[in-house]
């Protein structure tokens, strides 16, 4: 009996819970998959791929119904968090794993190893062998599995980022079927980036052009990497050739993005022929782009003093005219003071980059406004350096980086942050040695505390910081999970 069907334009999928259960709940059948109508447009392998679980499922649907009803009766009050453990915890109990990876191993057929060896040269890297083939694609019927929930609930409760709600249901499903020895998304992630990439020369033109709307390649790796995950992945059918298939796919959106998305044209500038008022084609050209830079420019000035405003206001933070005076002669700009702060202030102003629009002044007095946070809210560590006096002539104190990384990664902490608040850059960032590079420059630098104004007036002297590392690389790590 076929017991997921498609209707209304395949805007519906529909399950038969009331023959399955022989109850009258026909009213808890549908499915909406219009909050996300790419996913429309696959109905008929949604459909495909369901009817394969629930006919060789016992706890599907039960499991199915449940979740439904969740979503029907809590509404407002069934929260992401409790429905994404739902999703992945009673939607993918171990038979339904079991029936997917069944499937996947006895119907797939392309042989990728073999195609690989009998190339004459291999990227390790970039090569996608059978075994990672079949973890998406497995992966890839999970998906199809779970997606008319998805939406449903998207339908019902108002999810302010639902490309971000998937890429967290997707990542976890992905884990599912992984194995320890395979990181799947991060060789994603480095085949969509070493695409663009390669693009930087053969398309210099219409890099220079992004590069004008803040657009970088790693950005355009990101965007890049949420479409595949999210729009691409579940649509792959079984037995499918994955790497021509996403080499065709990264060619597409490039070419989209380069030719579509942005169109530019281009008018050759006369610099002989001038108009009645004597300007040349350059003389307005460069007439507009220093107005543009004016506007711009006042427009960066407003939102930061509106911003420094809105965050004393909101922080409950007052600094006198004597108190902004001490600072202004005495704080040092450093560039860990300015990693800090970026870190920091990125959250409330939008971006980082707005702080680079920022006179001394301004500058200044957003470190108070740090280190007054900081300090009001048990950072007493990062808070000494947001105004620390970097020592310039001292002598380094060495650390084990290697040994002191791998305490770090097995921290609770740390632990928390990979898990729950950074699970898909949190690889990254311990690949390029950011966090480590902070934590063993705080720690292996001489920095003098700056007293406070207060302070300054009592009569107290600057102090060396003197912190252990593990004291350091606790606090930042609390840090790291506020922003």
Same mark, same amino acid.
């Given at each position: 009996?076929?017991l997921?069907?498609?209707?209304d334009k395949?805007?519906i999928?529909?399950i038969?819970f009331d023959?399955?259960f022989?109850?009258?709940i026909?009213?808890?059948?549908?499915?909406?998959?219009?909050?996300?109508?790419?996913?429309?447009?696959?109905?008929?392998?949604?459909?495909?791929?369901?009817?394969?679980?629930?006919?060789?499922?016992?706890?599907?649907?039960l499991?199915?119904?449940?979740?439904?009803?969740?979503?029907?009766?809590l509404?407002?009050?069934y929260?992401?968090?409790?429905?994404?453990?739902?999703?992945?915890?009673?939607?993918m109990?171990?038979d339904?794993?079991?029936?997917?990876?069944?499937?996947?191993?006895?119907t797939?057929?392309?042989?990728?190893?073999q195609?690989?060896s009998?190339?004459?040269?291999?990227n390790?890297?970039?090569q996608f062998?059978?075994?990672?083939?079949?973890?998406i694609?497995k992966?890839s019927m999970?998906m199809k599995v779970?997606?008319?929930?998805?939406?449903?609930?998207?339908s019902?409760n108002?999810v302010?980022?639902?490309?971000?709600?998937?890429?967290?249901?997707f990542?976890?499903?992905?884990?599912i079927?992984?194995?320890?020895?395979?990181d799947?998304?991060n060789?994603?992630?480095?085949l969509i980036d070493?695409?663009?990439?390669?693009?930087?020369?053969?398309d210099?033109i219409?890099?220079?052009?992004l590069?004008?709307l803040?657009?970088?390649?790693? *950005? $355009?790796t990101?965007q890049?990497? %949420?479409?595949v995950?999210? +729009?691409?992945i !579940?649509? &792959?059918?079984n037995?499918?050739?994955?790497?021509?298939?996403l080499?065709?796919?990264l060619?597409n959106?490039?070419?989209?993005?380069?030719?579509?998305?942005f169109p530019?044209?281009y008018?050759?500038?006369?610099?002989n022929?001038?108009?009645?008022?004597?300007?040349?084609d350059f003389?307005?050209?460069?007439v507009n782009?220093l107005?543009?830079?004016?506007?711009v420019?006042l427009?960066?000035?407003l939102?930061?003093?509106k911003?420094?405003?809105n965050?004393?206001?909101?922080?409950?933070?007052?600094?006198?005219?004597?108190?902004?005076?001490?600072?202004?002669?005495?704080?040092?700009?450093n560039?860990?003071?300015t990693n800090l702060?970026?870190?920091?202030?990125s959250k409330?102003?939008?971006s980082?980059?707005?702080?680079?629009?920022?006179?001394?002044?301004?500058?200044? *007095? $957003?470190?108070?406004?740090?280190r %007054?946070?900081?300090?009001? +809210?048990?950072? !007493?560590i &990062?808070?000494q350096?947001?105004t620390?006096?970097?020592?310039?002539?001292?002598e380094?104190?060495?650390?084990?980086k290697k040994?002191?990384?791998?305490?770090?990664?097995?921290?609770k902490k740390?632990?928390?942050l990979?898990?729950n608040?950074?699970?898909f850059?949190?690889?990254?960032?311990v690949d390029s040695?950011?966090?480590?590079?902070?934590i063993?420059?705080?720690?292996s630098n001489?920095?003098?505390h700056l007293?406070s104004?207060?302070e300054?007036?009592?009569g107290?002297?600057?102090e060396i910081?003197?912190?252990?590392?593990?004291?350091?690389?606790?606090?930042?790590l609390n840090?790291?999970?506020?922003?």
């Amino acid at each position: 009996m076929t017991l997921v069907t498609r209707k209304d334009k395949n805007r519906i999928i529909s399950i038969k819970f009331d023959e399955i259960f022989q109850q009258d709940i026909s009213r808890m059948n549908d499915f909406s998959l219009t909050r996300k109508r790419n996913f429309v447009n696959i109905a008929d392998l949604i459909s495909e791929a369901m009817n394969y679980v629930f006919d060789r499922s016992d706890t599907i649907a039960l499991n199915y119904l449940t979740v439904k009803y969740k979503i029907e009766s809590l509404q407002g009050e069934y929260d992401e968090e409790q429905f994404v453990a739902d999703v992945v915890g009673e939607i993918m109990t171990p038979d339904v794993i079991a029936t997917i990876n069944a499937y996947v191993d006895e119907t797939y057929k392309i042989e990728l190893d073999q195609q690989t060896s009998t190339s004459k040269s291999v990227n390790e890297e970039l090569q996608f062998t059978d075994d990672h083939a079949k973890i998406i694609l497995k992966t890839s019927m999970a998906m199809k599995v779970v997606i008319p929930l998805i939406t449903d609930y998207l339908s019902v409760n108002n999810v302010k980022k639902s490309d971000n709600f998937f890429l967290e249901i997707f990542g976890r499903l992905f884990e599912i079927f992984t194995t320890e020895e395979v990181d799947i998304l991060n060789k994603l992630f480095k085949l969509i980036d070493s695409r663009i990439i390669s693009t930087r020369y053969s398309d210099r033109i219409i890099w220079s052009y992004l590069k004008n709307l803040s657009i970088d390649t790693n *950005i $355009l790796t990101r965007q890049f990497y %949420k479409k595949v995950i999210i +729009n691409i992945i !579940p649509k &792959l059918e079984n037995n499918r050739n994955i790497v021509s298939y996403l080499h065709v796919v990264l060619k597409n959106l490039i070419k989209y993005q380069f030719t579509i998305n942005f169109p530019i044209s281009y008018k050759p500038l006369n610099l002989n022929q001038t108009d009645s008022e004597g300007l040349s084609d350059f003389d307005k050209l460069e007439v507009n782009m220093l107005r543009a830079d004016e506007g711009v420019s006042l427009i960066n000035k407003l939102t930061i003093n509106k911003n420094i405003y809105n965050l004393m206001s909101n922080f409950h933070i007052e600094i006198s005219k004597e108190e902004l005076d001490y600072y202004m002669k005495t704080v040092q700009i450093n560039k860990m003071q300015t990693n800090l702060l970026f870190l920091f202030f990125s959250k409330h102003m939008g971006s980082y980059s707005n702080l680079y629009n920022c006179d001394h002044e301004e500058y200044v *007095i $957003l470190c108070i406004i740090a280190r %007054k946070w900081l300090e009001s +809210n048990n950072f !007493p560590i &990062l808070s000494q350096f947001m105004t620390a006096i970097p020592e310039k002539y001292t002598e380094r104190k060495s650390i084990n980086k290697k040994e002191f990384l791998n305490k770090l990664i097995n921290s609770k902490k740390f632990e928390n942050l990979l898990n729950n608040k950074y699970r898909f850059i949190i690889p990254n960032l311990v690949d390029s040695g950011v966090i480590i590079k902070i934590i063993a420059t705080l720690s292996s630098n001489k920095f003098y505390h700056l007293v406070s104004y207060e302070e300054f007036l009592e009569g107290v002297e600057n102090e060396i910081i003197d912190e252990k590392i593990e004291a350091i690389s606790d606090e930042f790590l609390n840090f790291l999970e506020i922003i």
